[in-house]
């Protein structure tokens, strides 16, 4: 990535988070502390107030917004594209999400590229195994669980047909052998569970922070999946 490129995405990541801290930025854009220290008072030099709350991180000034974000038609194309394979491997709360958001990119659009896109939309046909149809909407409350760190109760019916209550700690979602599973601590097992997203109801979030601080990562669990991605 090359100066420039940088330089938007250090202001768009700013904007996009209440706080970002140097180690982060350096992460995310592979870089040193001292080059993100750099481009941080080149943003400031050229009037994006960048400012710092210390044990927080940096942010911008509150009330100042960088210019919406504008799309060139490869882009708006990519992301129609993704709608058609969001139908296949997402369930209908991430596919209406991805339908407001994909509406805000159509209405930056110039009236030519919107011509385009619809003509484009018209020649794109995907076709889903009725295995891949995900006929719920649990992904999106899912996801706001295990990103706030609370606690996740719902009944679970297994593969042998026995349903059970089950309030569990989430850590995270793997996409495989077709379908989702959502990976938990399991307070009635006391372990790790694999849990089939379809075979998920009553799913209610009570706003509860995990009772255990250090959780395995997903990336660990997969080892122990008996698949080979």
Known sequence: MNRIDRLFGISTLLQSNRFSTAEQIAERFSISIR???????????????????????????????????????????????????????????IQNQYQSALQKVKAVLKPSQKEKIE?????IKFQVPARLTNDYEHLSVLQTAILDKTLLQFAYT???????????EPIGLIFYAFSWHLIAWCHLRGEYRDFKVSRMEQIKSLNLPFSIEDHMTVEAYMKLLPVNF
């Open 158 to 168: 297994n593969a042998n047909e026995i349903r059970s209550e089950r309030r569990t």
């Open 35 to 93: 080059t993100v220290y750099r481009d941080l008072k080149a943003l400031n030099e050229q009037g994006i107030p960048v400012c710092f709350t210390p044990n927080r991180g940096y942010h911008l000034i509150q009330g100042y917004f960088l210019p919406p974000v504008s799309f060139n038609l490869e882009e708006a194309n990519a992301l129609l594209l993704v709608e058609h394979l969001l139908n296949a491997f997402s369930d209908k709360s």
């Open 119 to 123: 003509l484009m939309a018209s020649n």
